[in-house]
């Protein structure tokens, strides 16, 4: 396979041009409250235009993960230990922004017995104690499949669960290889077996992925009971993760909505700059008026 980095951006990524103060004075809220983005800890190419709209998807649980994967610009390392206080700044800080949606997601801590989902559940308590109309929802790792991990998870008051696949099955050993395609796909099931509110799951295309995966992928989450598919292009962080392979179209993105359309999702958002919490707020009104 062709692994040469594909250097040259196509026209169609581009983002607009970002006004610094409204981005300074978010990051200025989140480092007085102490918490940390994935926004920014993923260096997400939308970031600037959320945090102008006043929204962010809060990383839980510090910003070092215990895990390396290659197409992530997480720090890698020993993390810190657990801020039993966080729970509550994050509370706090989604009221004094207004967030009506807030998505929560984490770093791996395989260091912890529990994965850190009682964190996870707190913060949720938390939020919807202080600001009980927002919704919340959890985008969570894999807890190594600890399911009273998941269970703990399950419990509190979510509005949407969320674990993403991230790739097709093949590339696992090579960019995630302490992750689990199996693993991932029978915890989407879980969900949809413990819950009854909406299961949503995202990938990445142009890591090197066939057409001929994308649909086995597409099947298996649609077999997991995953009503919500989110499908982005990949974009390299930095020099030190996986090179793009491939830059998809908008055209061929939109394709891939409407195939997953066909094949029985409740709903596909397929693009460049689709990310699993990207519009999240919007993708929620969508599935709530279902």
């Given at each position: 396979m062709d692994h040469r980095d594909v250097?040259?951006?196509?026209?169609?990524?581009?983002?607009?041009?970002i006004n610094l103060k409204e981005l300074h004075d978010m990051k200025v809220l989140l480092r007085e409250q102490r918490l940390h983005t994935v926004c920014e800890s993923a260096m997400c190419p939308n970031r600037g235009e959320c945090f102008q709209k006043g929204t962010a998807t809060f990383l839980l649980l510090g910003n070092v993960c215990t895990r390396?994967?290659?197409f992530c610009n997480v720090t890698s390392?020993?993390?810190?230990?657990?801020?039993?206080?966080?729970?509550?700044?994050?509370?706090?800080?989604?009221?004094?922004?207004?967030?009506?949606?807030?998505?929560?997601?984490?770093?791996?801590?395989?260091?912890?017995?529990?994965?850190?989902?009682?964190?996870?559940?707190?913060?949720?308590?938390?939020?919807?104690?202080?600001?009980?109309d927002t919704k919340v929802?959890?985008?969570?790792?894999?807890?190594?499949?600890?399911?009273?991990?998941?269970?703990?998870i399950f419990d509190c008051p979510i509005d949407v669960f969320n674990h993403n696949i991230e790739m097709v099955e093949r590339l696992?050993?090579?960019i995630r290889p302490r992750a689990d395609y199996r693993q991932s796909l029978n915890i989407l099931n879980l969900a949809a077996e413990k819950t009854t509110i909406p299961i949503k799951s995202g990938f990445m295309v142009g890591l090197g992925e066939t057409e001929t995966e994308i649909q086995g992928l597409m099947s298996d989450l649609l077999k997991a009971k995953?009503?919500?598919?989110?499908?982005?292009?990949?974009?390299?962080p930095s020099v030190r993760n996986m090179k793009v392979i491939r830059y998809y179209t908008p055209e061929e993105f939109?394709?891939?909505?409407?195939?997953?359309?066909?094949?029985?999702f409740t709903h596909v958002?397929?693009?460049?700059?689709?990310r699993s919490s990207y519009l999240a707020e919007e993708v929620f009104g969508v599935v709530s008026h279902v």
């Open positions: 250097t040259r951006l196509p026209d169609w990524i581009r983002k607009e041009r390396n994967c290659g390392g020993i993390p810190a230990a657990v801020d039993v206080e966080e729970p509550l700044r994050v509370a706090e800080t989604v009221r004094e922004m207004g967030i009506k949606y807030a998505v929560l997601t984490m770093v791996n801590r395989d260091d912890l017995p529990d994965g850190g989902a009682e964190i996870v559940a707190e913060t949720v308590r938390k939020i919807k104690d202080i600001t009980p929802e959890a985008l969570v790792g894999d807890f190594q499949g600890n399911k009273d991990a998941l269970q703990t696992f050993p090579r995953v009503a919500i598919v989110t499908i982005g292009q990949y974009l390299r939109d394709n891939l909505a409407e195939q997953g359309k066909k094949m029985g958002f397929s693009g460049p700059f689709v």
